[in-house]
């Protein structure tokens, strides 16, 4: 069984940066695709980016040329590195764990979420 814990996050103003931390754990983890998922406000979860284990990247569009995502794979642990934030970025970011392409219906695990916010 495969578990993950997010870090960082926090409160800061348009244009700054931050980086998001997923320490992964369990057998097969470095296995698996990592992802980032992240819900505003409401309902929907929306899918941010992903890393399959051998390093290939997907993004939504919204973050494209912003936010890279990365992994160490010797340690088990997942990078989001997110620059000039936007007030649209502020959500509750989940770091997530499964098959790729990592989609939320296919992750195996969550970690526990951590809140991004942005604003003046």
């Known amino acids: 069984q495969v578990q993950v814990v997010e870090s960082g996050g926090g409160l800061v103003q348009p244009g700054d940066s931050l980086r998001l931390s997923c320490a992964a754990s369990?057998?097969?983890?470095?296995?698996?695709?990592m992802g980032w998922f992240r819900q505003p406000p409401g309902p929907e979860r929306q899918f941010v980016a992903c890393?399959?284990?051998?390093?290939?990247?997907n993004y939504a569009d919204s973050v494209k040329g912003r936010f890279t995502i990365s992994r160490d794979n010797a340690n088990n642990t997942m990078y989001l590195q997110m620059n000039n934030l936007k007030s649209d970025d502020t959500a509750v970011y989940y770091c997530?764990?499964?098959?790729?392409?990592?989609?939320?219906?296919?992750?195996?695990?969550w970690g526990q979420g951590t809140q991004v916010s942005v604003s003046s």
């Open positions: 369990g057998r097969f983890a470095h296995t698996y695709a």
């Open positions: 997530a764990i499964g098959p790729w392409p990592l989609t939320s219906l296919l992750a195996k695990a």
């Open positions: 890393i399959s284990w051998s390093g290939t990247t």
